[in-house]
Structures are given as structure tokens and as C-alpha cells.
């Protein structure tokens, strides 16, 4: 069962994830990057990550993409406005070729790892409680340093959107 | 296929080869974000299945740590791809080359 519907996440997460980047558009690439998002969602709660399922959905899919598509639409991007790509296909496919040899190298790397059962797990491995409880006694100091990391990203981008003098 | 790691890490390895050659192949800035946003997360899955893999909550906690660096990320991207677009009016990433040396004027 569990082989099954890993399946189909995994098929939608790399179908979005080459629509992200054979669309033209942005706004579709944002759409389907949603669609990636949303089933990578749904490995991490095959991967017995239930609070970061509801991370990857709330945080990832519905708030820093939705910021994507609000900035999308507020630019109001013409289709003159897009870049002339005529080399996408070829590039895409050429690089594809060439990046084979690096994943066979990790896979292979990972595949000396002996076989073990990886079944959902319960009784609270990555719940919230769980989950919190790592965070505060192990994690604490990066956790601060998040904050600080967050606060300085606010405060540049706040500079970085300030008005701009006539000249500009 | 439940017994073993070897999936979570395959699909770790495509999602990240797809964001790859997203970078690098497409000129488009917003889908070189986006690619980039796609490279972390497929980072998380191979952080989250090895954290399975070991019983360990740890990773989880990486991967989080991951996650908002990535808001992080996505506040001044978005920032900086609103004021190119407002002094360019593209979206082509090789137009943005005003660190470029050749408009240095020797005075």
C-alpha cells in the first residue's frame, strides 16, 4: 500500500517539478512547482514526518509560493517582457545526460546501506511534542540564530523595496 | 521497496537534477528561484528519510531549519526581482549585469 501511493507522490512531484521547468511562463511554473510541493507534502508523511507535512503544505505551498504568484501577478509580466529561449530544450537535455554519472555516484554511495524496515512509525516520532522537544533542548541556539537570520532578511528586503530618488 | 532507503533517495537525486537544470538552462529569474526552492527540498527528503532511516528526530529539525531559511530567502529574492523588473522591465537574468566592468568610467 504504502509502495503504491509512494508511487503516484513521487510521479506527481516529478511531473511538477519538469513542468516547473519546461513552462514559458512563470505563473504555470508556479502552479506546478504548487502541485511538486504538495506531493513532496505527502513523501515526508510516508517518511513518519507528520509536523513537517504540515509545514511543507502550510508554510511552503501555501505561503512563500503564494508570495511567488502575488509578486507574478503584481508585476504584471508582459510576454515581451519574458526572455527569448531558444536554447531550453537542447540545454535541458544535454545537461541531463551530463548530470547521470553524478547521481549513479550517489546512489550508488547510498545503496551500501543495509536494508531496513521503513514503515510509518506512531506513537509520537515527529509529532509536535516530539518535535518541540528536540528543537528546545538540542537545536536551541539555531533556533535563535533563525530569528536573527529572519529579522535581517525583513529588515533588506523592506531596503531593497524603500522608494526609490527621481534618477533611480 | 518499504525496506529500503534507496527510493527516497532516487527521487531526492531526480527532483534535485531537475532543479539543477532548471538554473542552468532557463534564463527566466522567477524559474531559477523556483528552482532553487526545489534543490532545498529535495535536500529535506534526503534529510528526512535518513532521520527514518535511523529513528532519529534530528534531521526533522534540520530540515525545518531548512524551511526558513528558504522564507528567508524567498523575502529578499522577491525583493530583488521587483526592483530589477521595475528598473528593467525583463525578467532575463543576462541583462542584469550592471556589476560588469565596462561601465567603469575613469575619471
Known amino acids: 500500500m504504502i509502495d503504491i501511493i509512494f ?30 510541493l504538495v506531493a513532496l507534502g505527502g513523501v515526508f ?13 502550510i508554510l511552503y505551498a501555501g505561503a512563500i509560493i503564494t508570495l511567488v504568484l502575488f509578486i507574478i501577478m503584481f508585476l504584471n509580466v508582459k510576454s515581451d517582457n519574458l526572455p527569448n529561449e531558444p536554447y531550453k530544450i537542447p ?14 555516484l550517489i546512489i550508488k554511495g547510498f545503496s ?10 506512531g506513537e509520537g516520532f515527529g509529532s509536535i511534542k516530539g518535535f518541540g522537544m528536540e528543537l528546545f533542548r538540542n537545536w536551541l541556539v539555531p533556533f535563535e540564530l533563525i530569528s536573527i537570520l529572519l ?16 534618477d533611480g | 521497496m ?10 531526492a537525486m531526480i527532483l534535485f537534477s531537475i532543479g539543477f537544470l532548471g538554473v542552468i538552462a532557463r534564463k527566466n529569474i522567477f524559474i531559477v528561484y523556483m528552482s532553487i526552492e526545489l534543490m532545498l527540498n529535495s535536500v529535506n527528503i534526503i534529510f528526512v528519510s535518513l532521520g527514518r532511516y535511523n529513528e532519529s528526530m534530528q534531521p526533522q ?26 528598473r528593467k522591465k525583463s525578467l532575463n537574468s543576462d541583462i542584469f549585469n550592471v556589476l560588469r566592468q565596462k561601465s567603469v568610467t575613469h575619471e
Do not use: W
Open chain 1, 112 to 121: 551500501t546501506l543495509e536494508d531496513k524496515p521503513m514503515h510509518i512509525i
Open chain 1, 45 to 57: 508523511a510516508l517518511l513518519s514526518a507528520p509536523f513537517l507535512f504540515m509545514v511543507q503544505i
Open chain 2, 2 to 11: 518499504v525496506d529500503s532507503i534507496l527510493p527516497y533517495i532516487i527521487l
Open chain 2, 61 to 86: 529539525v534540520i530540515a525545518m531549519i531548512i524551511i526558513a531559511i528558504a522564507a528567508a530567502e524567498a523575502a529578499v529574492f522577491l525583493s530583488l526581482i521587483t526592483v530589477l523588473f521595475r
Open chain 1, 7 to 36: 508511487i503516484i507522490l513521487s510521479f506527481f512531484a516529478i511531473i511538477g517539478g519538469l513542468g516547473m521547468i519546461l513552462f514559458a511562463q512563470p505563473i504555470y511554473s508556479a502552479l506546478s512547482l504548487i502541485v511538486c
Open chain 1, 151 to 166: 529579522l535581517v532578511a525583513l529588515v533588506g528586503a523592506v531596503v531593497y523595496l524603500r522608494k526609490e530618488k527621481s
Open chain 1, 91 to 104: 540545454t535541458i537535455l544535454v545537461g541531463g545526460i551530463l548530470l547521470v554519472p553524478f547521481n549513479l
